[in-house]
């Protein structure tokens, strides 16, 4: 189908940059491109809320910190003491548990990442919705400054609680494997293989919220965009479409910070600062607002020539440039859909000249 | 009257705004299958009673019923899976999105796809959503904006985004449209044209409620007209009464009672 060309050049595009890395002996790159991709999980889910929903968030930092603080906790506490109990028997038996043996000789026994998986995703999702209800009853810089509240509260848990860590944040968090065989690690030997786990991941949101685009509930969230009243009086149930696209985008940006806790091995405060709630923001504006490959492609570069110190100390102060310079001069982002449109139209012409006849329906003009 | 051939009763609506009473206790019924037009000079109170009916405003006092369901206190969106759809008098389009998309917007309470479906693209989700093109696809022919089905809303002329609103209106198959000023900015061949439309869509067996300041088009195509002035209801008949009725003609021309 034509909506899943970009989906195939996505992919084809992952596999080249991975061969390139390996031709030109610059394998170390796909450390920051693996960490890239799960920023982008999080502006993917982030410009669904706000691109085509037309639902600012400035807490998305706060769930993808709810994601991976909960993978942190879950994995790293001993349950040695309640190993007996029956409930640890059963996770036993199903083999949820990790037995591991310490420096000093000591045994200790720890929640199997599956769980922590559901768990983040349970309690990311239950928290969207019960913010979701309130909060998104606002509009606009009101719904931005709640939000906003939201993340600088969940920064303050996770900076001030003694179980997360304190400013240290919770380290030796540990590999998950999700197969025998394939285990998510920061560890130097899985470097490819988790390049491709995270852009795996990455693809398969992207073809859900393609598909859900393109779909009636897609067509009722893109019109909250333009106004609620009509899509209200057209039977739209508004309040329930922006909690669940709400939760859906939370969900996303808590399963991304799962993913880059067990990768990088730990997390720290600095993942829920506002900071990096305004980051997404930046990219999700810069790469079109209703777009998801703009936010794609935005999210990759900015954050891997980020990761890669290439902003040096101005690193927040260049997010924060572009978005301010984003709504002064480009408020519909910088790859726009009718640009897009102009691209390909260039395109169409180029290569029908060619004798490909390929009949791509242009839209008429007035 | 008997109750099988009302499809609307609108029973002593209040509105007060602050101190200002915009709708003071009206009363009356629709009879299906009719053109109900709403008459009154600025400041009566027809858009506040429309937005009452649809649920965007909720009354003081009184109660509409529909089908003999109480509509009143539901949202909107529960007023338009009843099958009374609006249209507004400053056309609430998304802009952004294609004359296609936004009719398709309008067959949303016909459809049950949820997230879910969407998201993995259910053979159910898609089967539907041909059904709801097959469906939508006369009605663009009907009203001449299949040409542009693939444009953007925003870039179309006034006059057809008034006819890509009808036609989001009758993507849902209504048993009632609530027209609020579907004549608005319109030129007179414009406005012919919709007359012809509304009556076509009445003899398909819809009621239409219809608010409207075109006094010409109103008393062609009415089959009863309420006249209010000031909140109150003043008047109610066939237009043939309503343009001989004293008080009537006094609110609108003036005179020396005023």
Redesign the interface.
């Known amino acids: 189908m034509k909506r899943f060309y970009p989906v195939y050049i996505l992919f084809i595009t992952i596999v080249l940059i991975q061969v390139l890395t390996l031709i030109t002996g610059k394998g170390y790159m796909l450390t920051q491109l693996t960490m890239s991709a799960y920023y982008v999980l999080v502006a993917v889910g982030l410009c669904m809320v706000m691109g085509y929903a037309g639902q600012i968030s400035l807490g998305q930092a706060g769930f993808f910190a709810i994601g991976g603080y909960t993978t942190a906790f879950l994995t790293t506490i001993d349950f040695t003491e309640k190993a007996g109990t029956g409930l640890f028997k059963l996770l036993d038996s199903m083999g949820l548990l990790i037995t591991k043996d310490t420096l000093y000789g000591d045994t200790v026994i720890h929640l199997s990442p599956w769980i922590s998986l559901i768990a983040a995703v349970l309690i990311a999702g239950i928290t969207a919705y019960a913010l979701g209800i309130p909060v998104l009853k606002l509009k606009g810089h009101y719904l931005a400054m709640a939000t906003m509240g939201f993340g600088i509260i969940i920064y303050r848990i996770v900076l001030g609680s003694a179980i997360f860590g304190q400013a240290d944040g919770i380290f030796n968090v540990p590999a998950f494997t999700i197969f025998p065989g394939l285990e998510l690690s920061g560890d130097f030997t899985s470097r490819i293989s988790n390049y491709y786990i995270a852009w795996i991941l990455v693809i398969i949101a992207i073809l ?2 393609v ?2 685009i ?7 969230l ?2 909250l ?3 609620e ?10 309040t329930r479409y922006k909690v ?1 696209i709400f939760v ?1 985008g939370a969900i996303m940006a808590a399963v991304a910070g799962f993913f880059l806790t067990h990768y990088n091995g730990g997390i720290g405060p600095s993942e829920a600062g506002v900071g990096k709630s305004v980051r997404y923001l930046a990219i999700v504006a810069v790469g079109g607002m ?1 777009n998801i490959w703009g936010s794609l492609v935005m999210g990759l570069v900015l954050n891997f020539l980020s990761l890669r110190g290439v902003f040096g100390h101005f690193d927040d102060a260049v997010f924060g440039i572009i978005l301010v310079m984003m709504m002064m001069f480009m408020p519909e982002g910088f790859i726009r859909i009718s640009v897009l449109r102009d691209i390909r139209s260039l395109f169409i012409k180029l290569f029908s000249r060619k004798k490909m006849k390929e009949t791509i ?1 242009e ?4 | 009257m008997s109750n099988a051939d009302i499809i609307m009763r609108i029973e002593g609506i209040d509105k007060y705004f602050g101190g200002l009473h915009a709708v003071d206790s009206v009363t009356f019924t629709v009879k299906k299958g009719v053109i109900k037009s709403v008459i009154g000079p600025n400041g009566a109170g027809k858009t506040t009673m429309f937005n009452m009916i ?1 649920g ?1 405003e909720t009354p003081c006092n009184g109660q509409v019923f529909f089908n003999d369901i109480l509509i009143t206190g539901k ?3 529960q007023v ?2 009843q099958g009374v ?2 249209t ?1 008098q400053n056309l ?7 004359v296609m ?2 009719v ?3 067959w ?2 016909l ?1 049950s ?3 879910l ?5 259910s053979p159910a ?1 898609r089967r ?2 041909k059904n ?1 093109k097959d469906t939508v696809l006369p009605i663009l022919e009907w009203l001449n904006i299949i ?2 089905k ?3 809303v925003g ?3 006034f006059g057809n985004q008034r006819a890509v609103e009808l036609a ?1 209106a009758l993507a ?1 198959d209504p048993s009632m449209l609530l027209l609020d000023e579907p004549a608005a900015g319109l030129n007179m061949h414009e406005t012919a044209d919709l007359a012809k439309r509304i009556e076509k869509i009445r003899d398909q067996g819809r009621t239409i409620l219809l608010v409207e300041h075109d006094m010409s088009l109103v008393m062609d195509i009415s089959d009863e007209i309420v006249v209010l002035n000031f909140g109150q209801k003043i008047a109610e008949g066939i237009p043939s009464d309503i343009q001989k009725n004293k008080e009537v003609i006094r609110i609108y021309l003036g005179g020396d009672g005023a």
């Open positions: 859900l919220m598909n859900l393109n779909s009636r509930v897609g067509r009722a893109r019109s965009h333009g106004g009243d009509a899509s209200d009086a057209m039977g739209v149930d508004t669940i859906i209703a329906q839209p008429p003009h007035e | 649809a965007f949202k909107p969106w338009a899976e759809l609006r507004f609430k389009l998304s802009n952004h999105m294609s998309d936004n398709l917007l309008g949303h309470s459809g796809a949820g997230f479906d969407g998201m993995f693209s989700s539907e959503e709801a040409d542009l693939d444009s953007e870039n179309l002329s989001r849902s």
